[in-house]
């Protein structure tokens, strides 16, 4: 994970390589401005105007109601990290941001990047939460809570990246017809999966803030007829069934080891037998976990007080809540995330 911008002269790069300069002093230094100057442009609406056309800095600070000196600054953190590119002193997306930063594009990520501000709050509480716990629960915000649009919404631009793959590995038994997602959000993943197979429909089982937001998405993409939202917990509510199949995406990492367990035994009784558990989600693995895995498991432990499984404790969870023939399928559209896959005994 590179914080050093891209060109920075090579004595400095080679000064860090050999351990002369303090590595730690560039990450304190460049991480914080590396992810607030791309958050703060996409809030104030900067990456959407260079998505357009190309833009002077004075013109693009009026447009905008920003100070020029402020925008200008900006528009340079922003040429250094390789999302804008200059020519004769005008400024627009680079070529290879243009793919997540541009509305029209299909892969657009501006809303989760809006959403990643919500988590500079957070990560400032991080001392806190290390030394007395109580992480920050970001599920417990009330149903009418803006940041719940910020979030579903963004986590569809995620989704969109890697739900054909996922929907293509996903094994149901033949003949499907239901289909359970729990705590699904937007619903993506199960639409592509209804877009697979003739005849399945699913529910979406979720809270109240997250159902307002995923009926619209998939309103908004034609899939209302096959699938449908249901406000619950998913501790509490009935799960309904029996269903063929059930997912469990980006959830886990959310729960405790006791909570999880319990989730997957109300799942198995859900589901009729043989039928499939979806598990999708990023696992330590080895004694050196990846940059984004360690950094995702305090993420994940800031917002919720939880932590990344390995894979051998997730087969535990299964095989404790009555699942058998596990399998893991690698999701190449997202590195370090991982599918797995059980038959309900």
């Excluded at 703060?40 to 357009?52: K, S, Y």
């Excluded at 809570?145 to 149901?172: C, H, M, N």
């Excluded at 993943?189 to 998939?218: Q, Y």
Aim: charged share 30%.
């Amino acid at each position: 994970m590179r914080l050093i911008p891209a060109g920075d002269d090579l004595l400095e790069r080679l000064a860090i390589a050999l351990n002369l300069a303090p590595l730690p002093g560039a990450h304190a230094m460049f991480g914080m401005p590396a992810a607030r100057t791309v958050v703060v442009a996409q809030r104030v609406g900067l990456l959407g105007r260079l998505a357009e056309r190309r833009w002077g800095s004075s013109e693009l600070a009026a447009e905008l109601e920003l100070t020029e000196p402020g925008t200008r600054l900006l528009l340079d953190c922003l040429v250094a990290g390789g999302h804008v590119a200059e020519r004769d002193g005008r400024y627009g997306l680079s070529r290879r941001a243009r793919r997540w930063l541009d509305p029209r594009s299909q892969r657009y990520v501006g809303t989760w990047l809006d959403h990643a501000a919500d988590y500079w709050e957070w990560y400032g509480d991080l001392e806190r939460v290390i030394r007395e716990g109580r992480s920050f629960e970001i599920h417990s915000a009330p149903a009418d809570d803006p940041s719940w649009r910020r979030y579903i919404e963004g986590q569809f631009e995620l989704a969109r990246l890697s739900a054909t793959e996922v929907a293509r590995k996903v094994r149901l038994p033949d003949r499907s017809s239901s289909l359970l997602d729990v705590a699904g959000a937007h619903g993506w993943f199960a639409a592509e999966l209804c877009r697979r197979h003739d005849g399945l429909r699913a529910t979406v089982l979720d809270l109240p803030g997250s159902v307002a937001v995923g009926r619209e998405i998939i309103a908004r993409e034609g899939m209302s007829d096959r699938v449908i939202h249901r406000e619950g917990d998913m501790f509490e509510a009935d799960l309904g069934g029996p269903h063929d199949g059930a997912l469990c995406f980006d959830i886990v990492h959310h729960l405790g080891p006791e909570q999880v367990v319990a989730l997957l035994r109300r799942v198995r009784e859900s589901l009729r037998p043989g039928g499939t558990v979806a598990i999708l989600d990023m696992f330590r693995r080895g004694r050196r976990p990846r940059a984004s895995a360690a950094y995702l498991g305090l993420f994940f432990h800031l917002t919720s007080g939880a932590d990344l499984y390995r894979p051998d404790q997730l087969a535990d969870f299964l095989a404790q809540a009555g699942f058998e023939r596990i399998r893991r399928s690698k999701v190449r559209r997202i590195p370090d995330q991982a599918l797995y896959q059980a038959r309900a005994a």
